[in-house]
């Protein structure tokens, strides 16, 4: 037997009692590939899950409880309603994390270089502040006074 829960639209969600398993269809548009993911992922320790692409434009979750349940139509919707619930706070998550990719990028990289701290006075006293030259092919490392200093044959 089959039946959909009241709030639902009845061509997205489908409850099967005799399999005990619950399917949701959801839009692409409305709900990115990683944001089901996520909320898929929240149930596997409870429940069998299935992600599929019914037509272009859609993904279909199927969920199956690993135990048997009482009340297994009250349960299954339930279950529905929590992953409606997941779905939404995924892809709101997914899109934060879009909208905020370059900040969270900068906020993570200064937080890595300000981990690694400014050098200690140990590692300053074993630091070679020799005279040896440098490699420069190019002759970049060329300071401004030896470069525009004035020739001899000048004055």
């Not at 995924?90 to 879009?98: D, K, P």
């Not at 440098?134 to 060329?142: K, R």
Request: hydrophobic content about 40%; glycine content about 8%.
């Amino acid at each position: 037997m089959t039946s959909s829960p009241k709030p639902f639209p009845a061509d997205s969600v489908n409850v099967d009692l005799g399999e005990g398993s619950v399917t949701l269809t959801v839009d692409e548009a409305v709900y990115p590939l990683p944001a089901v993911y996520g909320a898929a992922y929240v149930f596997i320790d409870r429940c069998y899950v299935l992600i599929d692409r019914p037509r272009a434009g859609q993904y279909r979750v199927t969920l199956a409880a690993k135990e048997a349940r009482d009340d297994t139509g009250a349960a299954l919707g339930a279950l529905v309603g929590e992953l409606a619930n997941e779905l939404l706070s995924c892809a709101w998550r997914h899109q934060i994390t879009t909208d905020n990719r370059a900040t969270l990028e900068a906020v993570t990289a200064q937080a890595l270089a300000g981990a690694l701290g400014s050098p200690s006075l140990d590692d300053l006293a074993s630091f070679d502040f020799g005279d040896a030259a440098l490699e420069d092919p190019l002759g970049i490392a060329v300071s401004w006074e030896e470069k525009y200093k004035k020739k001899e044959h000048d004055k």
